[in-house]
Each structure stands twice: as C-alpha cells, then as structure tokens.
C-alpha cells in the first residue's frame, strides 16, 4: 500500500508537468480521496460526468474522454495519467492543447480524423449538453455542423483531417476572433 507517493515519482512528474510539486501533492490527495485503489476505470469516469451534467447524458463523452486520459489504452486512468491531461488542458501550449484535443477526436486512434469520428464526439457532446441547452436545435443539426467544420478542416480535401489539417484550422479561428 503505497499510502504517501514516493519523492522521486513526485520530483519526476514535476519534471514532466507544468505543476509544482506542492500542487502535485494536493492534486494526488484528491485523488485518492476520489479513488482510494489509485486507479479510475470507465465507470468511475462515467458517474464523475454524470454529476456536472444532470440534463444530459454524458456517457458517451465520458466514453472518449476516459480514452483520451487513457495513454497506455489499458482501460484503466491511473494517477500519472491524469495529471499529464490535466497539465496540458490547464497549462499547455496552445499546439499541446491542440494535439491533444485531436487526439480525443482521433476515436481509433489511427493519426487522423475522418467525418463518423467528427461526428460522434459532436453527437456525444450534444447528448452531454442535454435537449434543455438546444431546444431548438433540429435532429441533424450536429450532422450539418460536421460538414461544415469538415469541410474547413479537410485543407487537401482526402476525406481525412491530418494533425497539421486541425492545428492549422484551429490557429485560423484564433486569428479571426
């Protein structure tokens, strides 16, 4: 029972993330609380979202983001996992954050997004959002925003969006915002 982190798995996530080791410490605790065996599988995951979005249903989302936390694809988010994620989301750079949220898109994780991945992190994000947020949105109104977003992104038009097609997209949008 590795009840208090050893220094040096600290001191090395330290080096690896853009947290103190201070904030590491904190951050492990409330891991641990949540998840006293050290490790959150899929379900775990499911409940958390479940709670933020009580209109909607969030397993789906839940479902890709747990893949997303997941790196080692070994169906389990253990500690080192989870702040890796958390270090990029909050604290990245701008092309981390990118890569990482492709990745997310990136269901089969083959290195590139095609328009069924596209569309069912939208549909599942819809579905989190619950029918209260849109009420007026039409059934194929997640479809119809695919294409468009699809289309934008697809810079060479292979029905296939590249890592670079989605970075260079994204940064397009900064830019005109």
């Avoid at 998840?35 to 890709?64: L, R, W």
């Avoid at 989870?82 to 890569?99: D, N, P, Q, Y």
């Avoid at 990136?106 to 095609?114: A, E, H, L």
Wanted: aromatic share 12%; with cysteine.
């Amino acid at each position: 029972n590795k009840m208090h982190r050893s220094t040096e798995g600290l001191e090395q996530l330290e080096a690896q993330t853009n947290f103190t080791k201070r904030e590491l410490q904190v951050l492990y605790r409330g891991f641990k609380n949540e998840c006293p065996s050290g490790v959150v599988n899929e379900e775990t995951f499911k409940q958390i979202y479940a709670q933020f979005f009580p209109h909607g249903d969030a397993s789906m989302y839940a479902h890709y983001l747990f893949n997303a936390f997941d790196t080692a694809q070994n169906g389990s988010v253990k500690f080192e996992d989870f702040v890796m994620a958390l270090s990029i989301l909050l604290r990245g750079t701008v092309h981390e954050k990118l890569r990482w949220t492709f990745n997310l898109y990136d269901i089969n994780k083959d290195g590139c997004i095609n328009k069924e991945e596209m569309m069912d992190i939208v549909k599942a994000i819809y579905d989190m959002m619950g029918k209260y947020t849109y009420p007026v949105l039409k059934e194929d109104a997640p479809r119809q925003h695919v294409e468009v977003f699809f289309q934008k992104m697809d810079k060479n038009k292979d029905g296939v969006v590249t890592l670079d097609e989605f970075i260079e997209s994204c940064q397009e949008v900064r830019t005109k915002l």
